[in-house]
Nanobody, 113 residues
Framework: QVQFVESGGGLVQSGGSLRLSCQASGSILRTSLGWYRQAPGEQRELIATITSVGTTNYADSVKDRFTISRDNAKYTVDLQMNNLKPDDTAVYYC????????WGQGTQVTVSS
């Protein structure tokens, strides 16, 4: 099955930006994908999705600040995060939307106030 490796996290001040990248181990051409995050003590939540044809959807908490995109030729899905807030602090993961693959290690995003 496909595997995912996330990168691009870091420490940023409130109001700053980060771009996360997710590399899949194989073709993602016909697969809807999503970015998830898990804050300390919280359940993992789905925050952004993109279908195989590029239709996107966002959780209310990140709408108008985050943008998901994909490059099927490179097997990547990215998450551009702008106007970051301390509440965005979490480990971020990418995965499919249905029939989830094994979770990768994720990438830590920490937003300081």
């Amino acid at each position: 099955q496909v595997q995912f490796v996330e990168s691009g996290g870091g420490l940023v001040q409130s109001g700053g930006s980060l771009r996360l990248s997710c590399q899949a181990s194989g073709s993602i051409l016909r697969t809807s994908l999503g970015w998830y995050r898990q804050a300390p003590g919280e359940q993992r939540e789905l925050i952004a999705t993109i279908t195989s044809v590029g239709t996107t959807n966002y959780a209310d908490s990140v709408k108008d600040r985050f943008t998901i995109s994909r490059d099927n030729a490179k097997y990547t899905v990215d998450l551009q995060m702008n106007n970051l807030k301390p509440d965005d602090t979490a480990v971020y993961y990418c995965n499919k939307i249905v029939r989830l693959a094994d979770w990768g290690q994720g990438t830590q995003v920490t937003v300081s106030s």
